[in-house]
């Protein structure tokens, strides 16, 4: 059975950081990429950053690029999401997903068919 399951968030402060962890199981982790994603009430889920653990490639928005690090432990099949200098607009529910690493969209949440079942960041002024 294939599992994601999130964990690390809760409540900062604005210019904190926080670090989610996904943890894998119940597939093949190198075979596929790995994504996180967030949402707010009444948006479309928001694809942050991916990464292959196969061979390290990452692809981050634009929105998150320079603040936000993704990151693979291939023994744990863990990924990690470093979030750095958050901002209020950054509270969301945040998830991760898998796909198979022959998606082509790596950030469009069509593209996956397993999640996670999400961790709530909250970022305070």
């Known amino acids: 059975e294939v599992q994601l399951v999130e964990s690390g968030g809760g409540l900062v402060r604005a210019g904190g950081s926080l670090t989610l962890s996904c943890a894998a199981s119940g597939f093949s982790f190198e075979d596929h990429v790995i994504t996180w994603f967030r949402q707010v009430p009444r948006k479309e889920r928001e694809g942050l950053s991916s990464i292959s653990p196969r061979d390290g490639r990452i692809v981050s928005s634009d929105s998150v690029r320079g603040r936000f690090t993704i990151s693979t432990d291939n023994a744990q099949k863990r990924v990690y999401l470093q979030m750095d200098s958050l901002k209020p607009e950054d509270t969301a529910v945040y998830y991760c997903?898998?796909?198979?690493?022959?998606?082509?969209?790596?950030?469009?949440?069509?593209?996956?068919?397993?999640w996670g079942q999400g961790t709530q960041v909250t970022v305070s002024s």
């Open positions: 997903a898998a796909a198979h690493l022959t998606i082509t969209y790596v950030l469009l949440a069509v593209s996956y068919n397993h």
